[in-house]
């Protein structure tokens, strides 16, 4: 379900009805029918974070980004809000073989199957909680997922739950909700409880012309 920061959104119909959304069912609906042609989309977008999100995982496991290597291919990784499947193809590059990816879209998930990446896919509401057993995964990645009308900041206790201890959790936040929505509210109550530890929380830019747009976030969980 990811999809790029655009300030402004341009002419794209499908952008301007991802930043409109309101409803479970909205989302549903726009990601279905936006399915054939996202990838195309966000191409044309310059669309960054999915290689910048991987490659954080990589640097925070305090390893050196190494293209072609096998650095992730022991570490077992949800995406959530996994779309079309760009960030299981980055992380791929670097070897990861065991990726459960979850979305809210049907038809978004067919596209996400056919890159043969993903272990397990599965329709998910990002804003309930997560079928999945606590401390299950190495790392819970979510790029792209964390924007305007789309999931709010209660979704990164999931994540907590459901990584391992010392498991690290890498999303993007588009700059704009980042403490309009609480997401830094909620990151600040996390530290300060002994939860995580903060990594990163620094402005990025979501295409590869630009250097601002969002929030890289990267908690490790204590």
């Known amino acids: 379900m990811a999809e ?25 609906n726009l990601y279905d029918e936006w399915a054939s042609q996202y990838d195309k989309d966000l191409q044309n977008e310059d669309y960054a974070a999915p290689k910048l999100a991987a490659e954080s995982l990589i640097l925070a496991r305090g390893d050196i980004v190494q293209d072609g290597s096998q ?11 996994c ?8 992380l791929a590059r670097f070897g990861a073989r065991n990726i ?7 038809g978004m998930l067919d596209i996400a199957r056919h890159t043969g990446v993903y272990g397990v896919l599965e329709e998910a509401d990002l804003s309930k909680p997560i079928a999945r057993l606590d401390n ?10 964390l924007t305007r009308g789309h999931v709010g900041p209660n979704v990164l206790k999931e994540f907590v739950r459901i990584v391992k201890p010392e498991g690290l959790i890498v999303a993007t936040v588009l700059d704009d909700i980042w403490e309009q929505d609480g997401f830094r509210t909620e990151v600040n109550n996390m530290r300060d409880s002994g939860q995580v ?3 990163r929380a ?8 630009s ?12």
């Open 4 to 28: 790029p920061d655009t300030h402004p959104v341009g002419d794209n119909v499908f952008l301007q009805r991802a930043y409109k959304l309101s409803t479970t069912e909205e989302a549903r």
């Open 71 to 81: 650095q992730l291919s022991a570490v077992k990784i949800m995406d959530a809000g």
């Open 83 to 90: 779309g079309t499947g760009l960030v299981g193809v980055s």
């Open 100 to 106: 459960e990816g979850l979305d809210i879209s049907p």
């Open 136 to 145: 299950s995964f190495d790392a819970v990645m979510c790029v792209g997922t």
């Open 197 to 199: 530890s903060a990594l």
């Open 202 to 209: 620094d402005v990025i830019g979501l295409r590869t012309t």
């Open 211 to 222: 250097d601002v747009g969002g929030r890289l976030l990267v908690l490790k969980k204590l």
